[in-house]
């Protein structure tokens, strides 16, 4: 609709109040092009246009796509068996017919591994961020909701789980439950909940104040409600990209487990057991190792750039 | 200023008395006997009985914990199941190792990283920044196990200007070969840190430079030099040690990942191995030093943070 994009500017869905055009000078058109063109939209347009806008957002989406069909799709991208041991060619380099990627020490083909290690290396940082953000997200609204002495408990136990340092409080929990998938899992879940937990804790406290969680609770909305329909719904934005930054964290986490021997156990194998074992030949066959660990940068960055472009679109807000 | 200090210190007593619980409680919440598991599973029936009276097993938990609270408060860590020694001096002596190696990669993290942070923000748009923070995006995705199996593959193996593994050649001992050996690990250690920093630092001063009082300070004529460094530096200094002290953690942490990678003899190391081995006493021995240590760097942290800006002392 071509109309003037001021009168009719709904960012929110909420018609702009004639204040807001007065007290910033970003009002003013002429340099207001490119907000004013994501204004004409619905909320969620214009979120994905903003997002359209950051190249280097697109570049992270289009990564994490391809780790994510990788991750599902691997028995029909796989050329090969990834466990398949071929005795004639060990280590073959970069290139090998037969080998794209080469082979291991076994004469294992690596980029048959390496897609089958994105299901395993996905599958523990995504669940590991989903245990972290379900758990931290309901500790940070109940705290930051309620507060009083249930607050007070659970930021005492958050300040314990922060004194130790990250990596350190992962191993802890592996010393305690003994190496492997589930537990790698569990512990580098564990170490994230206090990120969440602070940061919907955060925004719970401000949004317990503003008028219109008065107003529900003034027509007799009971708790429950409000924390769902009000406080957790203006969360969700906001999680979303905590998550998505924390996801390359989880992976890097994860894959150093495995790389110490203390996450994934063999014969199951991610990027981390993958560099570990390739570790023996660097000299020999530096792919063996320099792949897996290619392959989780990329990943972690392609992440992290989706992370970027997510805050930056969704939540601009929480920019650095 | 004391009377924050006061509280700052108060706060620590809690938080150590959970962590010192959640080490204690690592050899209940495992899974078996706690007798079987510090004997290992060729123990017999006699000395696990031996060890159940010793440790006071059948007493309830609350005195198993003041027990063992007081002997750590003592220093005695116990005594580790695979080397047969005291753990403490164990700890102390690797300590050194992982002290040297942190503290080094702080201090690289530091200089590369607020000084490219500074001149990112001062020439903002311009090409140096354009590198500096794609650089730093690349240094924050890369996770250090690769980065150090990287720099062995380029500077040890290919070029061969540095050595690869451990803390000192096995015929040299001196200061340089110390130093020599240092390089890599440190640079490893500190990148990622540098990388957040340089972006954190970035974001501070731009923020900074465009508040009021840097317009007023260039506006009375005083030099750019003066004007970034005291006017904006110095408020930007509260993000920078905020930021500083998240990632002496994040070093910390690391420092174990790293000290795996280049064979450095630090804690970490022999963590990770004691966890390996199920020695329970070295691995409760290093967490509680490591996380003691940790909290009370983090009161540094905070007083340092508090000398810097007046409003938390007030608050």
Not at chain 1, 52 to 80: C, D, E, M, Y
Not at chain 1, 259 to 277: C, E, I, K, N, Y
Not at chain 2, 226 to 238: E, G, T
């Amino acid at each position: 609709m071509p109309i003037s994009i001021r009168e009719s500017g709904t960012a929110d869905g909420i018609p702009v109040s004639p204040g807001r055009q007065d007290v910033s000078d970003r009002a003013i058109p002429a340099i207001d092009d490119d907000a004013a063109a994501v204004d004409m939209f619905t909320p969620t347009q214009s979120v994905a246009a903003r997002f359209r806008r950051n190249k280097l957002s697109i570049f992270g989406a289009v990564i994490v796509a391809v780790a994510v069909a990788a991750a599902l799709f691997a028995p029909w991208l796989s050329p090969l068996d990834p466990d398949a041991v071929d005795a004639r060619s060990r280590l073959a380099p970069i290139g090998t017919e037969g080998h794209l990627l080469g082979s291991d020490e076994l004469g294992r083909d690596i980029l048959s591994r390496l897609i089958w290690g994105a299901r395993v290396t996905l599958l523990v940082s995504l669940s590991a961020t989903a245990i972290a953000l379900i758990v931290g997200t309901f500790l940070g609204l109940i705290g930051g909701y309620f507060l009083g002495w249930l607050d007070s408990v659970i930021m005492r136990l958050i300040d314990v789980l922060m004194a130790f340092p990250y990596f350190l409080l992962a191993l802890t929990v592996i010393a305690v439950l003994g190496p492997g998938l589930l537990n790698g899992m569990i512990a580098v879940a564990l170490v994230n909940i206090p990120f969440f937990t602070r940061i919907v804790r955060g925004v719970t406290l401000s949004i317990r104040e503003s008028d219109y969680v008065m107003a529900a609770r003034g027509i007799g909305a009971s708790n429950t409600r409000i924390l769902v329909r009000h406080v957790l719904l203006n969360c969700v934005s906001t999680v979303i990209v905590a998550g998505t930054l924390n996801i390359g964290w989880m992976i890097t986490a994860a894959a150093a487990l495995s790389f110490l021997g203390l996450g994934v156990q063999p014969p199951t194998s991610d990027w981390g057991t993958m560099l570990s074992s390739g570790r023996q030949f660097l000299s020999a066959a530096p792919h063996v190792a320099t792949l897996p660990g290619l392959a989780i940068f990329i990943t972690v960055l392609g992440f992290n750039l989706l992370g970027d472009g997510l805050r930056d679109a969704l939540d601009p807000r929480l920019r650095e | 200023m004391w009377q924050y200090l006061f509280k700052r210190l108060l706060h620590t007593i809690p938080v150590l008395f959970g962590v010192s619980v959640l080490v204690f409680g690592m050899l209940h919440l495992a899974p078996g006997d706690p007798a079987q598991i510090l004997l290992g599973p060729e123990a017999t029936a006699d000395s696990i009985a031996q060890v159940r009276e010793d440790l006071g097993l059948d007493k309830p938990l609350v005195v198993q914990y003041a027990t063992w609270m007081s002997k750590m408060a003592r220093g005695d860590f116990g005594r580790s199941i695979v080397l047969g020694r005291e753990v403490f001096p164990e700890i102390w002596a690797r300590f050194k190792a992982t002290a040297i190696l942190t503290v080094t990669s702080l201090i690289i993290a530091v200089m590369l990283g607020v000084s490219a942070g500074i001149v990112s923000a001062v020439r903002q748009y311009s090409l140096f920044d354009s590198i500096a923070m794609l650089v730093a995006l690349a240094g924050v995705s890369m996770p250090l196990f690769f980065t150090g199996i990287v720099a062995i593959l380029a500077f040890a193996m290919k070029l061969r200007w540095l050595p690869s593994a451990g803390m000192y050649s096995p015929a040299g001992g001196d200061l340089w070969d110390l130093l020599r050996h240092l390089v890599l690990p440190a640079l490893t250690l500190g990148t990622v840190s540098a990388a957040i920093l340089a972006r954190m630092t970035r974001s501070a001063m731009l923020e900074i430079i465009r508040q009021d009082y840097v317009r007023t300070a260039r506006a009375k004529g005083l030099n750019e030099r003066s004007v970034i460094y005291i006017h904006a530096l110095r408020n930007a200094s509260i993000t920078i040690v905020t930021v500083l002290g998240m990632q002496i953690g994040y070093l910390l942490g690391g420092s174990v990942i790293t000290e795996a990678v280049f064979s450095w003899p630090g804690i970490g190391q022999m963590m990770v191995r004691a966890i390996q081995a199920r020695d329970y006493p070295m691995v409760q021995g290093g967490v509680f030093f490591v996380a003691a240590m940790f909290v009370f760097i983090n009161l540094l942290v905070d007083v340092l943070y508090a000398y810097l800006d007046p409003r938390i002392r007030y608050r």
